[in-house]
Nanobody, 125 residues
Framework: VQLQASGGGLVQPGGSLRLSCVIS????????MGWFRQAPGQEREFVAA????????QYADSVKGRFTISRDIAKNTVYLQMNSLKPDDTAVYYC???????????????????WGRGTLVTVSS
């Protein structure tokens, strides 16, 4: 399984970006998908996750109501739509995957065994 994230860039506060992550190999079959981010000097933190069924999502409190995770099975792509961006959202964003039927652990980075390269999001005026 390989993951390729894209879509980062520079955006003004209040703006929007959509990140994409293409999964190759097994596709989404049985994989929980997650987005994490790491700001300079800080630890990697959970942002959002989508269960392998496509029917359950989880979000960090800091992004609830602003970010939406979704997927397009035909394109083997998971998205992170980010609205109302704030300077605190500035970070390198990573997509990740792990194969499990459980959704209880989707926010835990140590569960994910496949990671893509990050894409940088900078929110600044």
């Amino acid at each position: 399984v390989q993951l390729q994230a894209s879509g980062g860039g520079l955006v003004q506060p209040g703006g929007s970006l959509r990140l994409s992550c293409v999964i190759s190999g097994d596709g989404f079959s049985g994989y929980n998908m997650g987005w994490f981010r790491q700001a300079p000097g800080q630890e990697r933190e959970f942002v959002a996750a989508l269960a392998w069924t496509g029917r359950s999502t989880q979000y960090a409190d800091s992004v609830k109501g602003r970010f939406t995770i979704s997927r397009d099975i035909a394109k083997n792509t998971v998205y992170l739509q980010m609205n109302s961006l704030k300077p605190d959202d500035t970070a390198v964003y990573y997509c990740a995957a792990y194969q499990s039927r459980s959704i209880a652990t989707m926010s835990r980075a140590y569960m994910y065994n496949y990671w893509g390269r990050g894409t940088l999001v900078t929110v600044s005026s």
